[in-house]
């Protein structure tokens, strides 16, 4: 057994073994192994149990800090309160103990012994331990951070990241990048702190450092939710939870618990909200610490308030505001007056309520998710007690909040998920307008949330005035297309639709969007099975057309144009397929189509700038499919060489070039000039991405080992097509985005510039999407528009003889108008 004289002279052998002990120690502890490290800590401490050794109290610090990073930061403090022997006072053993003191201490909102545990690490770093001070900078940052101080915060760990940088201190380095992304989400710069977030998690896997890929993955996480991205915010804190409940690292644990919780809140999962809430709580209580503890009391008085719990939430809040003190944390307090006002609200206490809104509102430390929705929560006190005037300018502060935060972010995938969170604060206005019998103002603020980032990438670049900022006059723009506008808005209690003619705009309430959701999730099952829908009086199809069509009837003139502006679920539904009941025993039902030429629009604001032309005459056309095998998930399509064939009946060698076999690449597509085309058709598999849209791809020959041709490359390129036909699976997406709809590669074409995009809702035919594409395409010949001609090809398969008159076959693709 090794003695404890370990650190004197003559004990060369030994003072080697502890060294790599200590080693062994620290890479535990950087890996995020804290439960083996404080095991191996402790045995080393019982070895070397002088008191004059240097070992001795090398491990007594490692332990200090294994306790701080578990969470245990009073234990910690606790345990590191001794005075260093003389001989070790000015060692980088004192160093070490003076950080870790210093990181509880911020923890615990003990921040001005904090400080001086920094001042005093950072002068004897200075003078004699200089690869330590990448180590305080950090330090510094998380002080910074926890008083409350993020841009400090910023400065601090980007110090560190360069004399991490400096010394090739890679777990240094994956610390400050993980650290920039936590103090980047505070400050709001969502884009900026995911990308340091990626490049972090990037290098603590590449060492196993599994402590800093938990946090990495949670603060990711916390990004996400703020940008309302739930389900990337849901997988990232489940992942960090389950990986920090593996290194021991309870504290973290705790964070990642009350978050996903968050998530689940957000969701409308209330029962799965409180179960994690509450198990962070027991936790935390565990741990004593205060911060934590008050996170969790505030997210399960606001699931109480949500449940109509009132004492509990008063009970929740109370214990929150005994252990936050008399100086409150601001940002996390603003959080608890937040759900006050709420619950004053909710109790029928409208002045209360105002004054403790009007404070939020007006407070610059207050995150903006929390001003914005003190903004929509005093909106509605004020049109509760008929302050009109008051509550609409409320209701106009709290969106352009919302907007400000959204167009601070950079990144186009990050913008599309942000209004998922935020949607319901325009909802609340629409419903303001309604009650006040202003049918049109709430039209004009329900397209105000419409397509906001496929608008922004439309206007970037341009000298043109954002669409938004048009006049508004919906009637002027069915009387350009000569067709019906039906608009839609799901509510949670009851949702809306405006029938918009050329002669006036008339507002139908429908029944609330879950009643809706459901109905379509059940229809859109009934297209795989056997029998024909319409044959079978599928009672999905005929309930849907009778709440979403019925209403607007009398509006819609037989065999013309409607275009659907559809939102949540709706997005997913084809419109024609909705069957059309008889109350005459002679008379069979039928699908939609028969009675209408459909197309599917983004917002009005996008459709008033939609480009009215016929077919060009001369267009010409790039074909890109009959790919080679990209792997065993995508094998070549029978088919597929068939449709290109047919294609070249309608135009003319010099009108079509063709990529076909080995040509078939994302490469030689990027290159062939896209944008010189009129008509672009592609043939070939294509994926959904639902956690990434911009990462929907159609599927291409290999080249090397890629084969995709990714969304988010065709957003880069400046369209301006006619016409793009996705003859391919999912070519609309997967995932609703509240305002942007369905994106996948649709969307992006659209982005692009295209005018017009045909593409799939679900997995198409290999059999009949041949025959479907020939008919379209003789149409477009014969100087068809596309929505005609696109109608036209599915009614000759809806009306012949075999399967491919079902839904299945002929119904999944929509025709996207651009602008």
Not at 595 to 620: H, V
């Amino acid at each position: 057994m090794l003695i404890g004289t370990a650190g004197f002279a003559g004990c060369g052998r030994i003072s080697a073994s502890y060294e790599a002990v200590e080693s062994d120690i620290w890479l535990r502890i950087n890996r995020g192994e804290l439960d083996l490290a404080l095991r191996e800590a402790d045995t080393a401490l019982s070895r070397a149990s002088d008191q004059r050794s240097e070992w001795h109290w090398r491990f007594w610090s490692l332990k200090g800090e294994i306790l701080m990073r578990q969470g245990l930061y009073k234990e910690s403090m606790a345990f590191l309160d001794l005075a260093l022997p003389p001989a070790f006072a000015s060692t980088d053993i004192a160093v070490w103990q003076r950080l870790t003191q210093a990181a509880a201490c911020a923890r615990i909102s003990r921040f001005a012994d904090a400080q001086r545990f920094l001042t005093d690490a950072e002068s004897l770093a200075r003078s004699k331990y200089p690869k330590l001070l990448g180590e305080c900078a950090l330090r510094r940052g998380t002080l910074a951070f926890h008083s409350g101080d993020a841009a400090a915060a910023l400065s601090w760990y980007r110090n560190a990241l360069q004399l991490a940088r400096e010394h090739n201190d890679r777990f240094l380095e994956a610390a400050a990048l993980g650290s920039l992304g936590f103090a980047f989400t505070r400050q709001e710069l969502y884009d900026q702190a995911i990308d340091s977030n990626k490049q972090a998690l990037e290098l603590a896997r590449s060492f196993g450092a599994m402590s800093s890929v938990a946090r990495i993955e949670g603060n990711t996480g916390w990004s996400y939710h703020e940008m309302g991205d739930l389900e990337n915010a849901l997988a990232e804190f489940k992942d960090a939870e389950s990986v920090s409940e593996k290194a021991g690292l309870v504290a973290d644990r705790v964070y990642w618990l009350n978050s996903a919780a968050g998530v689940y809140f957000d969701m409308g999962d209330y029962p799965a909200a409180e179960a994690s809430s509450t198990k962070a709580l027991a936790l935390t209580r565990q741990l004593k610490d205060d911060n934590a503890t008050i996170e969790c009391l505030q997210l399960l008085a606001t699931i109480a308030l949500a449940k109509y719990q009132f004492t509990e939430t008063r009970k929740y809040l109370e214990e929150a505001v005994a252990l936050e003190g008399p100086n409150p944390y601001r940002p996390r307090d603003s959080y608890t007056q937040l759900i006050k006002a709420n619950l004053a609200a909710s109790t029928q206490d409208p002045t209360t309520a105002e004054k403790k809104y009007s404070a939020i509102a007006h407070d610059s430390v207050a995150p903006t998710s929390v001003r914005w929705e003190a903004e929509a929560g005093r909106a509605q006190v004020y049109a509760t007690q008929g302050k009109s005037e008051l509550a609409e300018n409320a209701f106009q502060s709290s969106i352009r909040s919302i907007s400000q935060a959204r167009d601070a972010l950079q990144h186009e995938d990050y913008r599309l998920s942000f209004l998922s969170s935020a949607i319901r604060f325009y909802g609340a206005y629409v419903n303001f307008l309604i009650d006040r019998n202003r049918p049109l103002d709430a039209l004009r603020t329900a397209d105000l949330s419409r397509a906001q980032t496929l608008e922004h990438g439309l206007s970037s670049g341009s000298q043109e005035k954002p669409l938004q900022a048009a006049a508004f006059d919906p009637q002027a723009i069915a009387r350009r297309l000569n067709a019906t506008l039906l608009f839609y808005w799901l509510g949670e209690s009851r949702s809306f639709l405006w029938v918009i003619t050329s002669r006036k705009t008339s507002l139908i309430t429908l029944p609330g969007g879950a009643d809706i959701d459901s109905t379509v999730k059940s229809y859109r099952q009934s297209f795989l099975e056997p029998r024909d829908p319409v044959e079978a009086g599928n009672a999905d199809g005929v309930k849907l057309y009778s709440l979403l069509i019925e209403p607007a009837k009398k509006l819609i003139p037989s065999n013309s144009r409607v275009v659907i502006l559809p939102d949540g679920s709706l997005n997913s539904l084809n419109f024609e397929t909705l069957i059309v009941p008889s109350s005459q025993p002679q008379v069979k039902p039928h699908y939609w189509i028969e009675d209408a030429t459909i197309t599917t629009a983004n917002s009005l604001a996008l459709l008033s700038r939609t480009w009215l032309a016929p077919p060009p005459k001369d267009g010409r056309l790039l074909v890109v499919g009959d790919a080679l095998a990209a792997s065993s998930d995508f094998p070549p399509l029978p088919q597929a060489g068939k449709e290109v064939g047919l294609l070249e009946n309608y135009f003319s060698p010099t009108q079509r070039l063709e990529l076909t076999g080995a040509n078939a690449t994302a490469t030689r597509f990027l290159s062939s000039q896209p944008e010189k085309f009129a008509y672009l058709h592609f043939a070939t598999h294509g994926t959904a991405s639902r956690t990434r849209p911009l990462e929907s791809a159609v599927i291409l020959s290999p080249e090397g080992d890629s084969y995709k041709l990714y969304a988010r490359d065709v957003v880069k390129r400046p369209l301006a097509a006619y016409l793009v036909t996705i003859s391919a699976c999912n070519g609309a997406g997967t995932k609703s985005y509240a305002g942007e709809g369905l994106v996948g590669l649709s969307w992006a074409f659209l982005r692009a510039g295209t005018h017009n995009v045909i593409a799939g809702l679900w997995e198409v035919s290999n059999a009949s999407t041949p025959q479907l594409m020939d008919e379209l395409y003789k149409g477009l010949h014969a100087g068809e528009d596309p929505a005609t001609a696109l109608r036209n090809a599915k009614l000759t398969l809806l009306h012949s003889n075999g399967n491919y008159r079902r839904p299945f076959y002929w119904a999944p693709f929509l025709l996207y108008s651009g602008s």
